[in-house]
């Protein structure tokens, strides 16, 4: 993947509420919302625990991944953007989307677009 890719990858993924809290540790597998329920359905506290549950399985929000080839990822720099880019989003993916999503980059965020995220280019 091209640098310029990563970076696209990564902006749609914060859009998507998928990128970093603070926090010390993975905060587990899910983030305790409904799961198809989707994200601009969400209420304004709902959206704010998936996005601080997303950022957390990051490193926190403005957290920021470099990769061995010299590509990197930037987590939302706070709560406000997250939030903002998750309820202005052309497309509405579910929770379950998102969190498979985070679930799958979270694991290997140097790896390449895991599958669980392919459906959510462009969002």
Same mark, same amino acid.
């Given at each position: ?20 809290? /603070? ?77 498979? /999503? ?7 965020? /140097? ?13």
């Amino acid at each position: 993947m091209t640098r310029r890719a990563w970076r696209e990858m990564g902006v749609t993924i914060a859009t998507l509420v998928f990128l970093v809290s /603070c926090g010390d540790g993975d905060p587990g597998p899910s983030s305790g919302l409904v799961r198809d329920k989707h994200v601009q359905e969400l209420s304004s506290t709902e959206l704010a625990m998936l996005c601080d549950w997303s950022a957390a399985k990051f490193g926190g929000y403005g957290h920021r991944t470099s990769c061995s080839n010299g590509d990197w990822l930037m987590a939302a720099m706070n709560r406000m953007a997250c939030t903002t880019g998750a309820t202005s989003s052309s497309c509405d993916p579910t929770v379950a989307q998102t969190e498979d /999503c985070v679930n799958a980059y979270s694991a290997n965020p /140097c790896g390449g677009l895991p599958a669980a995220c392919v459906d959510l280019i462009g969002c």
